[in-house]
């Protein structure tokens, strides 16, 4: 079964500054996509940035960028600029690819504060 | 496009009631999930259909937990008898199955919070 986790359950960054949140991943699959989804306080599920695991560059949006370490499994989201805006709680996601079955499992989140 | 409808927003019942939460995927969108958002469990999938049918419900907590799928446009998750551990945030989402070669990410409702006194 795939798990996904993340170790930061809460971290906190200045505004304009840079911030990196963590995520690894255990599966033995080797088609898959890699998610980072924002909740904001309204509770919105917002999807921030994608990354298929075929691809070998990393998926960039604006300021979200990500390191995708495909060997050691690891996908952290990368902030830059950071905006008061982007205060919310930050999800990292897994769905495999092909055939019947595209469960789409989450992490636990980190809450990610952006401070004036 | 109007995006993941959910209904009602919020719920408020009293234990051993019955609670029918509602879904309108997007139109288009052929897969949907129901999920579970708890302080201590984090995001749960609870089940998730293609094609209208179901795929997996093994995250389905007990049999006091039902879900349909009737059509491509219409989902329920239902809990009968309701108990105050079932409070929570509940979300639909939908997404396009893969569709020459295109993969598409899933699409989150606003949810629904239940609470169950």
């Known amino acids: 079964a795939q798990t996904v986790t993340q170790s930061q359950p809460e971290m906190s960054v200045q505004e304009a500054e840079t911030v990196t949140l963590s995520c690894t991943y255990d599966t033995s699959e080797n088609n898959y996509y890699l998610f980072w989804y924002k909740q904001p306080p309204s509770r919105q599920m917002i999807l921030v940035i994608r990354q298929e695991a075929y691809k070998q560059q990393n998926a960039t949006e604006n300021r979200f960028s990500v390191n995708f370490q495909k060997a050691a499994k690891s996908f952290s989201l990368k902030i830059s600029d950071s905006q008061l805006g982007d205060t919310a709680m930050y999800f990292c996601?897994?769905?495999?690819?092909?055939?019947?079955?595209?469960?789409?499992?989450f992490g636990t989140g980190t809450l990610l504060a952006v401070q004036p | 496009d109007a995006g993941v409808i959910q209904s009602p927003r919020h719920e408020v019942t009293e234990m051993g009631q019955e609670v029918t939460l509602r879904c309108k995927p997007i139109?288009?969108?052929?897969?949907l999930f129901w999920y579970r958002q708890t302080m201590m469990r984090g995001l749960e999938l609870l089940i998730y259909f293609n094609n209208n049918v179901p795929i997996d419900d093994s995250g389905m907590p007990e049999d006091r937990f039902s879900a349909k799928m009737p059509n491509a446009s219409f989902s329920t998750l239902k809990i009968q008898p309701s108990e105050p551990r079932d409070s929570a945030v509940y979300f639909c989402?939908?997404?396009?199955?893969?569709?020459?070669?295109?993969?598409?990410?899933?699409?989150f409702g606003q949810g629904t919070r239940l609470t169950v006194v």
């Open positions: 989402a939908s997404r396009r199955l893969r569709d020459r070669g295109i993969n598409t990410e899933a699409f």
């Open positions: 139109s288009g969108h052929n897969s």
């Open positions: 996601a897994f769905m495999k690819t092909g055939g019947a079955t595209n469960k789409l499992i």
